[in-house]
């Protein structure tokens, strides 16, 4: 029997405003701007029909365009507010492909551009789940070791009442991680949003599902790259 043939399609969505790090889609990490390594973590999984970066801005686009494997998709205006939705920008991007390039996508992988260790198996993980007749999205998942609390006027409260004191002994929990969204685009065109109706669990290690937001975590993320790469 013949497997069925999806197209499968990464979007890298990256605009060129950032409050927490300037420029930073675009700044230096251990040689490199940020944005390539996923750039070429998409190549390098061998797992796409087409990689596209849907950007605001045009050195991004300069930078996205040296890699010949990669469509720029540049998004109006209104999608390049503070307010406008991540998935207004995928549907917008896939909408381009197919009117520029007659592809219409079954699958679409956004892949936010500040998670530089995100590796090609855990893209092929999330395809092969995708793939799978019972499940219309994945979201990266990282496991939960802390005893979790409110605080609301100084008062202390646990989220989840009677937790064991050793960790051991602890219900295994999982926090949503931006490392990787693998949807349907018939889900994702239905819901406007990356996580669908039957959403599959992809758990990856905390130091893939690293995502930089802020300064600190840029300085550490280089130590760590240059570190790895000694």
Excluded at 27 to 55: C, H, Q, W
Excluded at 167 to 172: I, L
Excluded at 217 to 225: G, K, N, R, V, Y
């Amino acid at each position: 029997m013949t497997k069925k043939k999806f197209i499968v399609v990464a979007i890298i969505p990256a605009r060129g405003g950032s409050k927490g790090v300037p420029r930073k889609n675009i700044k230096e990490l251990n040689g490199k701007p940020l944005i390539s390594y996923t750039i070429e973590s998409a190549i390098a999984s061998d797992m796409f029909d087409r990689i596209i970066v849907s950007t605001d801005d045009d050195e991004i686009a300069e930078i996205a365009a040296r890699y010949s494997e990669v469509l720029v998709c540049l998004r109006p205006a209104e999608l390049s507010t503070d307010t406008a939705t991540t998935e207004s920008a995928l549907i917008h991007a896939c909408d381009y492909l197919a009117s520029t390039e007659k592809i219409n996508a079954d699958f679409v992988l956004t892949l936010e551009p500040t998670s530089p260790f995100r590796t090609p198996a855990t893209i092929k993980k999330a395809v092969e789940l995708l793939s799978r007749d019972c499940f219309d999205s994945v979201v990266a998942v990282t496991d939960v070791t802390s005893v979790l609390a409110r605080v609301k006027e100084e008062r202390f409260s646990h989220v989840f009442p009677n937790q064991p004191r050793r960790r051991q002994e602890r219900e295994a929990l999982y926090e949503e991680s931006s490392t990787i969204y693998a949807t349907a685009l018939q889900a994702l065109r239905k819901n406007k949003l990356v996580i669908g109706e039957s959403p599959a669990a992809l758990v990856v290690a905390k130091n893939e599902a690293f995502d930089i937001n802020d300064e600190f975590d840029f300085q550490l993320a280089d130590l760590i790259m240059q570190f790895r790469d000694q």
